[in-house]
């Protein structure tokens, strides 16, 4: 089963309109991970958000986590087309052999429309 | 452009051929990951490398894959016998252990085609 799972699944807006995905996870984490991928090529990191932390800004991002509901949402306000791109969440997984391997769902397909 | 380079870009082989990719990590990054993304998923984990260890394996890693990190530097990625179920995008990611943080950077990708 997937640590991170994004929703909406898809989400199509307008230049200039806010856009909020979220994310839920499963287990306990010290930080959760957002990044974006255009089509066909590697993600690019976005923002970091501690367990201790609540809500996070970057530029036109806004992040908050909400560790007592497992939940984080990623705001990107005033979109452009550029921002066209799916975004993950990334909650990682401790693992014994000491990786923070990172577990992902299918992400939010965005789309802004000019 | 985030530091990380992978080679080649694009590989399109016949079923029943071996392949092998390279990854380049952050010069000063001792962690490194392989994953593999398939049409309309999110990456999955694969492998794992502390230095030039293996510490982890997924159980996606059949024994027709191998990973290898000499010298703890650059990593490759083989997979013999290709089958045309194997055909993904394989992407790298190289992080430094900060404190209780892992940010892992990611390379462009390596899109495998199997005709």
């Known amino acids: 089963s997937q640590q991170g799972e994004e929703d909406p699944q898809a989400l199509s807006i307008q230049e200039g309109e806010n856009a909020t995905m979220n994310c839920s996870y499963k287990t306990s984490i010290n930080n959760l991970q957002w990044y974006r991928q255009n089509s066909g090529r590697g993600l690019v990191h976005l923002i970091l958000i501690r367990s201790n932390e609540r809500e996070k800004h970057s530029g036109r991002l806004r992040v908050t986590l909400d560790t007592s509901k497992k939940s984080s949402s990623l705001l990107i306000t005033a979109s452009r087309a550029a921002d066209t791109a799916s975004y993950f969440c990334a909650p990682p997984l401790s693992t014994q052999g000491g990786s923070e391997k990172l577990v992902f769902g299918k992400g939010t397909k965005l789309t802004v429309n000019p | ?115």
């Open chain 2, 1 to 115: 452009d985030t530091g990380v380079s992978q080679n080649p870009r694009h590989k399109i082989t016949k079923r029943g051929q071996n392949v092998t990719f390279r990854c380049d990590p952050i010069s000063e990054h001792n962690r490194l990951y392989w994953y593999r993304q398939t049409l309309g998923q999110g990456p999955e984990f694969l492998t794992y490398f502390q230095n030039e260890a293996q510490l982890e394996k997924s159980r996606l890693l059949s024994d027709r894959f191998s990973a290898e990190r000499p010298k703890g530097s650059f990593s490759t990625l083989e997979i013999q016998r290709t089958e045309q179920g194997d055909s993904a995008m394989y992407l790298c990611a190289s992080s430094l252990r900060r404190g209780i943080t892992d940010t892992q950077y990611f390379g462009p990708g390596t899109r495998l085609t199997v005709l």
